[in-house]
């Protein structure tokens, strides 16, 4: 049985959970794109998603916050359970768990907005007009992504005039604005330069302590250097999840070994 | 050639290097023509539209075309006020400004964010065909169905009226702005829709606040577009909205526009060189001058609001 191999893989003391993902399969129309995927995420933490590119790993992250609804064609089974509420159930509304659960793109995709209306724009959609609280909130969510000192005097500037690296940070400070419960990273720092990319992971660290991270990423220095547990996926199924000294040490499963060798991928 | 014969070389030409390059020039020649002939027609307009203005401005005095109120080159004693048939076309093309603009923004909007792909696929054609409709039909249109509705409403409303007129103009230019319209919210990047959403925004934010404003540069080249094509309009205002020069910007009189005016006086019998006949080109050059400035300002309108994404 699969789903006993994988519990046996799984670390045997569990720490505080923030989401619960059970038996879960997602469809592209006919294309079985994740099968039968169980495992955690720990509160607070950063997990990492690895895999060779079309393991699923991009697909799975964006389970998480109902990205997939956006397109037609899509089709959830299992569960995503946050505070025991299953948040991919056709019931619960896709907004309602963006909301709490927001996302970085592989890409760094600010509005064409100033930098305040960037970092404003999830309050403005809750439909806040508060203007020193959202004064209050952007400064917190710059100082958070480690901007505000970069951008503090052009706040109303275009987006656009940062740099690669400060327009991933906004994105960064948008993103967690609002207080989300945890952040999807789709590869943040693919479209990064190496010094960017070290203050992108810098970053993420320092924001373990406000909220949960889940981040998909092909490379595997990157998953090292500074997730805390790790996925392994390998075409649509999750292979190993442990955390992330035991599977790039002492790996349970030969694919996982091969993958981390540089063998597959 | 023979490879004992000789070590390659860069300098030298080869024959079939000199026919590529006769080739690639041929073609820029012929492309150039090509580019040169609307450069040229438009070229040409001009001059002729100034050329005879010059000697119409010889006879009339500019100032009085410019300031005067009354139109009337063809009485005994003539005036030549040219804001007596530039209110026609201002009113006119207002009203069919204030249909078009939010109609087609509207239809734009919903075409590209909500309809399903195989709505939009039937409904896009269908929309544009309106814009195939014949000027002249909806001309009658407006005389014939929509002024007597109209009249209904306003029953002092004359048979002849600028706001039927400008709605029914209104209707025509609806498919151009919401076709340009949704070219331009369809050419913003999917990652900035994806962005949004995945913040919480509902569709209708992401479509207000990130779509709209990202395409605002090609939109608002959509609203210029609508403008010059109501200011330029001829056949709906010569149909429905009468013939008579007034000074007025009240929609619910009859009055001429600058393109009523000049087909009415065209289709008469005026010998060339006559100041009748001058006054065309000089209702033209005040016509063009107008679609040159709203050109002018959409085009500064969407350097400004221009979004780079």
Known sequence: ?265 | MAKSEAVFSFTKVSASRRIRDIKEKAIEVVLFLAASVSVLTTVGIIFLLIEESVLFFQKVSFWEFITGTEWTPLFAEPSYGIWALLSGTITTSAIALVVSIPMGTIIAIYLSEFASPKLREICKPILELLAAIPTVVYGYFALLFVTPLLQKIFPELPGFNMLSAGIVMGLMIVPLVSSLSEDAMRAVPVSLREGSMAMGATKLQTAIRVVFPAAISGIIASYILAASRAVGETMIVAVAAGLQPNFTFNPLKSAATVTAYIVQVSLGDLPRGTLEYQTIFAAGLALFVMTLILNIIGYLLAKRYREIY
């Open chain 1, 1 to 265: 049985m699969v789903e006993q191999e994988q519990s046996q893989s799984m670390v045997s003391e569990r720490p505080p959970v923030v989401a619960e993902v059970v038996d879960l399969n997602f469809f592209y129309g006919d294309f079985h794109a994740l099968k039968n995927i169980n495992f955690y995420i720990p509160a607070n933490k950063v997990t990492a998603l690895i895999g060779p590119s079309g393991c699923g790993k991009t697909t799975l992250l964006r389970c998480f916050n109902r990205m997939h609804d956006l397109y037609p064609g899509n089709r959830y089974e299992g569960g995503i359970l946050v505070n025991g509420e299953n948040i991919i159930s056709p019931k619960v509304d896709p907004i309602e768990v963006r909301m709490r659960i927001s996302m970085v793109f592989q890409k760094p995709n600010p509005f064409p907005k100033s930098i305040y209306e960037n970092v404003a724009y999830g309050l403005r959609v809750r439909g806040i007009r508060d203007k020193s609280l959202i004064d209050q909130k952007v400064e917190e969510a710059l100082r958070g992504a480690a901007l505000w000192d970069e951008v503090k005097d052009r706040l109303h500037e275009s987006a656009y005039a940062l740099s690669g690296g400060q327009q991933q940070r906004l994105c960064i400070a948008r993103a967690i604005v609002t207080d989300p419960d945890i952040v999807l990273f789709d590869e943040p720092t693919s479209a990064l330069d190496p010094i960017a990319t070290r203050s992108i992971e810098e970053l993420m660290v320092s924001l373990k302590e406000r909220v949960t991270i889940i981040i998909v990423t092909h490379s595997m220095q990157q998953a090292a250097r500074f997730s805390d547990y790790t996925a392994f996926m390998y075409m649509g199924e999750l292979i190993e999840f442990n955390d992330t000294k035991t599977v790039f040490n002492n790996a349970s499963h030969p694919q996982t070994q091969e993958y981390i060798s540089g063998k597959i991928g």
